[in-house]
């Protein structure tokens, strides 16, 4: 069975600068991976050529086996996107927008009702979802994006930063939400600058620092390689401020 998500050998540039450098990451199907670096690293380029909206200039993003680019839309089909700003139609309810994305997915509507059903109340939208979206805080919008991408079951949940604007309890209720997801077989590919929910909930991750991969692993491998018992964030800073990498 192929990997839910293969990376080989991919570079990214815009212009002089390369964003992405030669990056090869392999996450399995069932697998909550967790990408973190600093600003600027190249995190946000890898998520989009992952959900098929950038192109590398180099190497090739397979996605449920399906190459990105030659098989892009049979890739699409199995991948639900959250960006790192949530995004919707300030003219609809929340309500609205949840049921145009069933729709757009060919979700029946018992299925989405089913769905919404759980979601609404966990992640706490019954007192908004029939309100206009432009009258959203950020977290409220967060919260319906991520309904919105858990609807049709997606194969593979690309997120980035899906904690900020939330509250604790919802960031929890986020975490389990994940992680079930993943524990159904299914694939969480995460962007975080919360380092905290990274070590909590991820079965491996991923560093990148100045445009390449320089650590992954699960957390006791990263200690492992970091030759001590560290935290993730110590980790992390050893990686990225002393341009150390740890080898898998």
């Known amino acids: ?8 050998s991919v570079v990214k ?21 967790a990408f973190l670096g600093p600003n600027g ?3 946000t380029t890898t998520i989009k050529m992952i ?5 590398p200039d180099r190497g090739t993003v397979t996605v449920c086996g399906h190459a990105m680019g030659r098989n ?36 029946p509507s018992r299925q989405r009702d ?10 706490g939208m019954q007192n908004f979802l029939d309100q206009m979206t432009e009258s959203y805080s950020h977290g409220m919008k967060q919260k319906v994006v991520i309904a919105s991408a ?12 899906p904690t900020v604007g939330l509250d604790p309890k919802t960031v929890r209720v986020v975490k389990d939400l994940f992680t079930a997801h993943a524990r159904s077989g299914r694939t969480v590919f995460m962007s975080t600058h919360t ?10 991750i991923g560093i990148i620092h100045r445009s390449r991969l320089v650590a992954v692993g699960t957390m006791p491998e990263l200690r492992l390689q970091a030759d001590q018992q560290q935290s993730l964030e110590d980790i992390f800073l050893q990686v990225t401020e002393d341009d150390h990498e740890l080898h898998s």
């Open 150 to 161: 858990l609807l049709h079951d997606p194969d593979v949940l690309v997120i980035d930063e």
């Open 72 to 107: 892009g839309a049979k890739a699409m089909n199995g991948i639900a996107y959250v960006p790192d700003q949530p995004y919707l139609y300030d003219k609809l309810t929340g309500r609205e927008f949840l049921h145009f994305v069933a729709r757009m997915y060919g979700v």
């Open 195 to 204: 380092l905290e929910v990274a070590e909590a909930v991820a079965d491996r």
């Open 13 to 33: 540039r815009y212009g002089e600068i390369v964003a992405v450098d030669d990056l090869s990451l392999s996450v399995p199907r069932g697998e909550l991976f």
């Open 41 to 43: 690293a190249g995190k």
């Open 51 to 55: 959900a098929g909206l950038l192109r």
């Open 114 to 123: 089913g769905v919404l059903e759980d979601l609404v109340p966990r992640l």
């Open 1 to 8: 069975m192929p990997a839910a998500i293969e990376l080989q």
